[in-house]
Protein backbone atom coordinates (compact mmCIF):
# COMPACT_ATOMS: atom_id res chain seq x y z
CA UNK A 1 0.00 0.00 0.00
CA UNK A 2 1.07 3.31 -1.08
CA UNK A 3 2.34 5.80 1.40
CA UNK A 4 -0.73 8.17 0.73
CA UNK A 5 -3.18 5.22 0.77
CA UNK A 6 -2.03 4.45 4.21
CA UNK A 7 -2.86 7.52 5.29
CA UNK A 8 -6.41 7.67 4.12
CA UNK A 9 -7.12 4.02 5.79
CA UNK A 10 -5.66 5.56 8.96
CA UNK A 11 -7.96 8.49 8.60
CA UNK A 12 -11.04 6.20 7.61
CA UNK A 13 -10.74 4.22 10.02
CA UNK A 14 -10.81 7.06 13.02
CA UNK A 15 -14.33 7.79 11.25
CA UNK A 16 -15.24 4.76 11.54
CA UNK A 17 -14.61 4.80 15.59
CA UNK A 18 -16.15 8.40 15.77
CA UNK A 19 -19.47 7.18 13.55
CA UNK A 20 -20.04 3.85 15.54
CA UNK A 21 -19.74 6.04 18.49
CA UNK A 22 -16.61 4.31 19.71
CA UNK A 23 -14.85 7.70 20.72
CA UNK A 24 -15.38 11.85 20.44
CA UNK A 25 -14.73 14.48 17.88
CA UNK A 26 -11.55 15.44 20.24
CA UNK A 27 -10.60 11.92 21.64
CA UNK A 28 -8.74 8.53 20.38
CA UNK A 29 -5.83 8.14 18.31
CA UNK A 30 -4.24 5.92 15.68
CA UNK A 31 -0.96 5.04 14.33
CA UNK A 32 0.51 2.59 11.94
CA UNK A 33 3.94 1.24 11.43
CA UNK A 34 5.46 1.91 7.98
CA UNK A 35 8.58 1.43 8.03
CA UNK A 36 11.91 0.66 10.48
CA UNK A 37 11.81 3.40 12.93
CA UNK A 38 8.91 5.39 10.82
CA UNK A 39 4.93 5.58 11.75
CA UNK A 40 2.30 7.37 10.95
CA UNK A 41 0.24 8.99 13.74
CA UNK A 42 -3.24 11.13 13.52
CA UNK A 43 -2.74 15.07 14.39
CA UNK A 44 -3.74 16.51 17.48
CA UNK A 45 -6.66 18.59 18.24
CA UNK A 46 -8.75 17.35 14.88
CA UNK A 47 -12.13 16.76 13.81
CA UNK A 48 -11.99 12.92 14.25
CA UNK A 49 -14.97 13.03 12.40
CA UNK A 50 -14.22 14.54 9.60
CA UNK A 51 -10.56 13.21 9.79
CA UNK A 52 -8.79 13.86 6.25
CA UNK A 53 -5.25 11.69 5.16
CA UNK A 54 -3.52 15.37 5.60
CA UNK A 55 -4.24 15.10 9.50
CA UNK A 56 -2.06 12.08 9.22
CA UNK A 57 1.70 12.63 9.74
CA UNK A 58 4.98 10.72 9.90
CA UNK A 59 6.96 10.25 12.66
CA UNK A 60 10.65 9.04 13.89
CA UNK A 61 10.99 6.21 16.68
CA UNK A 62 11.79 9.41 19.01
CA UNK A 63 8.09 10.57 17.99
CA UNK A 64 10.15 13.47 16.15
CA UNK A 65 7.40 14.85 13.11
CA UNK A 66 9.07 14.84 9.96
CA UNK A 67 6.74 17.11 8.23
CA UNK A 68 6.95 20.61 9.26
CA UNK A 69 4.15 22.11 10.88
CA UNK A 70 2.88 19.29 11.36
CA UNK A 71 1.06 18.71 15.51
CA UNK A 72 1.12 15.02 16.58
CA UNK A 73 -1.02 13.83 19.03
CA UNK A 74 -0.09 14.52 22.36
CA UNK A 75 -0.02 10.07 23.02
CA UNK A 76 2.26 9.42 20.52
CA UNK A 77 4.84 8.99 22.97
CA UNK A 78 2.58 5.52 24.23
CA UNK A 79 2.34 4.64 21.33
CA UNK A 80 5.85 4.35 20.07
CA UNK A 81 6.54 2.52 23.56
CA UNK A 82 4.23 0.30 22.54
CA UNK A 83 5.69 -0.34 19.05
CA UNK A 84 9.09 -1.06 21.29
CA UNK A 85 7.84 -3.05 23.29
CA UNK A 86 6.18 -5.66 20.59
CA UNK A 87 7.80 -5.64 17.21
CA UNK A 88 5.06 -7.84 16.19
CA UNK A 89 2.60 -5.20 16.30
CA UNK A 90 1.85 -2.64 13.24
CA UNK A 91 -1.39 -1.18 13.76
CA UNK A 92 -2.45 0.79 17.30
CA UNK A 93 -6.17 2.56 17.50
CA UNK A 94 -6.50 4.07 20.69
CA UNK A 95 -10.16 5.20 21.53
CA UNK A 96 -12.51 5.93 24.57
CA UNK A 97 -16.09 3.69 24.36
CA UNK A 98 -18.10 4.27 26.76
CA UNK A 99 -18.80 0.66 28.20
CA UNK A 100 -15.27 -0.36 28.39
CA UNK A 101 -14.11 3.20 29.37
CA UNK A 102 -16.84 2.79 32.48
CA UNK A 103 -15.59 -0.34 33.51
CA UNK A 104 -11.91 0.61 33.53
CA UNK A 105 -13.05 3.61 35.78
CA UNK A 106 -15.15 1.24 38.56
CA UNK A 107 -11.55 -1.01 38.09
CA UNK A 108 -14.35 -4.10 37.34
CA UNK A 109 -13.12 -6.78 34.73
CA UNK A 110 -14.65 -6.56 31.40
CA UNK A 111 -15.63 -10.61 30.73
CA UNK A 112 -14.27 -11.73 27.32
CA UNK A 113 -15.37 -15.26 27.82
CA UNK A 114 -19.42 -14.65 27.31
CA UNK A 115 -19.08 -15.58 23.61
CA UNK A 116 -17.27 -17.35 20.97
CA UNK A 117 -15.96 -14.38 18.99
CA UNK A 118 -14.94 -11.98 21.41
CA UNK A 119 -12.80 -14.61 22.93
CA UNK A 120 -10.81 -15.31 19.17
CA UNK A 121 -10.90 -11.91 18.87
CA UNK A 122 -9.86 -10.13 22.16
CA UNK A 123 -8.43 -13.19 24.34
CA UNK A 124 -7.48 -11.92 27.91
CA UNK A 125 -7.12 -7.92 27.96
CA UNK A 126 -4.21 -6.62 30.20
CA UNK A 127 -5.08 -3.43 32.77
CA UNK A 128 -2.92 -0.42 32.89
CA UNK A 129 -3.31 1.66 36.07
CA UNK A 130 -4.18 5.68 35.96
CA UNK A 131 -1.34 7.79 34.59
CA UNK A 132 -1.52 11.40 33.44
CA UNK A 133 -2.83 11.16 29.42
CA UNK A 134 0.65 12.40 27.09
CA UNK A 135 2.91 11.29 29.73
CA UNK A 136 6.07 8.90 29.50
CA UNK A 137 4.10 7.56 33.26
CA UNK A 138 1.35 6.63 30.78
CA UNK A 139 3.24 5.61 27.73
CA UNK A 140 5.95 3.43 30.71
CA UNK A 141 2.80 1.82 32.19
CA UNK A 142 0.41 1.00 28.77
CA UNK A 143 3.76 -0.42 27.26
CA UNK A 144 4.06 -3.13 30.80
CA UNK A 145 0.61 -3.64 29.79
CA UNK A 146 0.51 -4.22 26.39
CA UNK A 147 3.16 -7.60 27.02
CA UNK A 148 0.49 -9.25 27.74
CA UNK A 149 -2.24 -8.94 25.76
CA UNK A 150 -3.35 -7.44 22.59
CA UNK A 151 -6.17 -5.01 24.84
CA UNK A 152 -5.38 -2.73 27.22
CA UNK A 153 -7.96 -1.09 29.48
CA UNK A 154 -6.62 2.03 31.00
CA UNK A 155 -8.19 3.09 33.95
CA UNK A 156 -9.66 6.51 34.11
CA UNK A 157 -8.56 7.07 30.47
CA UNK A 158 -10.13 4.35 27.54
CA UNK A 159 -8.82 1.54 25.62
CA UNK A 160 -5.79 0.85 23.77
CA UNK A 161 -5.78 -2.29 20.97
CA UNK A 162 -3.54 -3.98 18.77
CA UNK A 163 -2.98 -5.89 15.61
CA UNK A 164 -1.15 -6.82 12.27
CA UNK A 165 -3.04 -4.54 10.87
CA UNK A 166 -5.33 -1.72 11.43
CA UNK A 167 -8.40 -3.53 10.66
CA UNK A 168 -7.53 -6.40 13.52
CA UNK A 169 -6.91 -3.34 15.80
CA UNK A 170 -10.06 -1.77 15.13
CA UNK A 171 -11.62 -5.44 15.16
CA UNK A 172 -10.32 -5.78 18.38
CA UNK A 173 -11.28 -2.54 20.18
CA UNK A 174 -15.00 -3.16 18.31
CA UNK A 175 -15.26 -6.71 19.70
CA UNK A 176 -13.46 -5.46 23.20
CA UNK A 177 -16.52 -2.89 23.30
CA UNK A 178 -19.36 -5.01 22.52
CA UNK A 179 -18.24 -7.46 25.26
CA UNK A 180 -17.87 -4.55 28.12
CA UNK A 181 -21.67 -3.92 26.94
CA UNK A 182 -23.10 -7.94 27.19
CA UNK A 183 -20.52 -7.81 30.42
CA UNK A 184 -22.63 -4.79 31.74
CA UNK A 185 -26.32 -6.21 30.30
CA UNK A 186 -25.88 -10.02 31.69
CA UNK A 187 -24.55 -8.46 35.26
CA UNK A 188 -28.28 -6.82 35.35
CA UNK A 189 -30.46 -9.53 34.36
CA UNK A 190 -28.11 -12.22 36.38
CA UNK A 191 -27.13 -16.07 35.49
CA UNK A 192 -24.92 -15.24 32.56
CA UNK A 193 -22.65 -17.96 31.97
CA UNK A 194 -18.95 -17.45 30.42
CA UNK A 195 -18.29 -20.19 28.16
CA UNK A 196 -16.17 -22.96 30.11
CA UNK A 197 -12.55 -24.04 30.27
CA UNK A 198 -12.96 -26.68 28.26
CA UNK A 199 -15.05 -24.25 25.60
CA UNK A 200 -12.74 -21.89 25.75
CA UNK A 201 -9.35 -24.32 24.67
CA UNK A 202 -11.83 -25.39 21.45
CA UNK A 203 -11.68 -21.54 20.26
CA UNK A 204 -7.78 -21.09 21.40
CA UNK A 205 -6.72 -24.40 19.52
CA UNK A 206 -8.97 -23.05 16.25
CA UNK A 207 -7.12 -19.61 16.12
CA UNK A 208 -3.61 -20.93 17.27
Known amino acids: MEFLQQQEEIASFM ?16 SLRVGENLFLVTASQTDKGRMRSEDVGLVDAAGNSLEPGFKVSMETGMH ?11 AIVHAHPVFATAFG ?28 MGTQALAKVVALAAQKA ?10 LAMGKSLLQAFDRLEVF ?23 LKQIDALFK
Not at 80 to 86: A, D, E, H, N, Q
Not at 109 to 131: D, H, I, K
Not at 177 to 199: N, Q, R, V
Open 15 to 30: RRLYDRGLTTTSGGNI
Open 80 to 90: LSVYKTRPDVQ
Open 105 to 132: ISGKTVNCNLMGEARAVCSEPAFAAYRL
Open 150 to 159: NIVLMQNHGV
Open 177 to 199: EASAKLTFITGILGDGKSLTHEE
